[in-house]
């Protein structure tokens, strides 16, 4: 069984940044983070797989970086110049490595004030 534990979400001005972290336990293939904002579907933000091959979806390229410490089995997000409408609560997700199984976090508030 993996268990995720985020940390690092907050709310920042807008052309802030925060970092999340994300710990697994267990086996990982890929990791990455989903957001939902209110009244609106989850999205994937950023991938990253076992071997460091990154995802990261159109409306956060250039500004948020997806990192992995496989000795750690952690998972980072850095995001900077942060906008109102990165405004979410932020999901970590891992696939399992053997099973391919999903996993989730239980995610983490973040808030850009303009």
């Known amino acids: 069984q993996v268990q995720l534990v985020e940390s690092g979400g907050g709310t920042v001005q807008s052309g802030g940044s925060l970092k999340l972290s994300c710990a697994a336990s267990g086996s990982i293939f890929s990791m990455g983070w989903y957001r939902q904002a209110p009244g609106k579907e989850r999205e994937l933000v950023a991938r990253?797989?076992?071997?460091?091959?990154?995802d990261h979806a159109d409306s956060v390229k250039g500004r948020f970086t997806i990192s992995r410490d496989n000795a750690k089995n952690t998972a980072y997000l850095q995001m900077n110049s942060l906008k109102p409408d990165d405004t979410a609560i932020y999901y970590c997700?891992?696939?399992?490595?053997?099973?391919?199984?999903?996993?989730w976090g239980q995610g983490t508030q973040v808030t850009v004030s303009s």
């Open positions: 990253i797989s076992r071997t460091g091959t990154t």
């Open positions: 997700y891992a696939t399992e490595l053997v099973t391919s199984t999903l996993f």
